[in-house]
């Protein structure tokens, strides 16, 4: 069972910062992958990004490299997701999510919805 809690959405102006936060249990002996997937009305689900559970590089999608960087805080069992320069079209309910079954790469291209994910936290970007 891995259980994820998901803090920090909001509303911001174009082109603004908002850093989430999960905290993710099951957390430094997992295997898989841990990051955040998005969904804003009338549109389909999309990885926005994603990490190996035990550390190295990470997954972004296209839309969104160069302006979001997702890290861990093992200490603190803690994933976050840096949000920069933040778009209109970026506005959407972003959830925090595991898959213990495969790598980053296979995550943030959601072929699957990650079995694992949280409540969600709604981030709404205004032009």
């Known amino acids: 069972q891995v259980q994820l809690v998901e803090s920090g959405g909001g509303s911001v102006q174009a082109g603004g910062s908002l850093t989430l936060s999960c905290v993710v249990s099951?957390?430094?002996?997992?295997?898989?992958?841990m990051g955040w997937f998005r969904q804003a009305p009338g549109k389909e689900r999309e990885g926005v990004a994603f990490i190996n559970a035990r550390g190295g590089s990470a997954e972004y999608a296209d839309s969104v490299k160069g302006r979001f960087t997702v890290s861990q805080d093992n200490a603190k069992n803690t994933l976050y997701l840096q949000m920069n320069r933040l778009k209109p079209e970026d506005t959407a309910m972003y959830y925090c999510?595991?898959?213990?079954?495969?790598?980053?790469?296979?995550?943030?291209?959601?072929?699957?919805?990650?079995?694992?994910r949280g409540q969600g936290t709604q981030v709404t970007v205004s032009s």
């Open positions: 099951r957390y430094t002996d997992s295997t898989g992958c």
């Open positions: 999510a595991a898959d213990l079954s495969f790598n980053a790469r296979l995550c943030v291209s959601l072929f699957r919805v990650p079995p694992w």
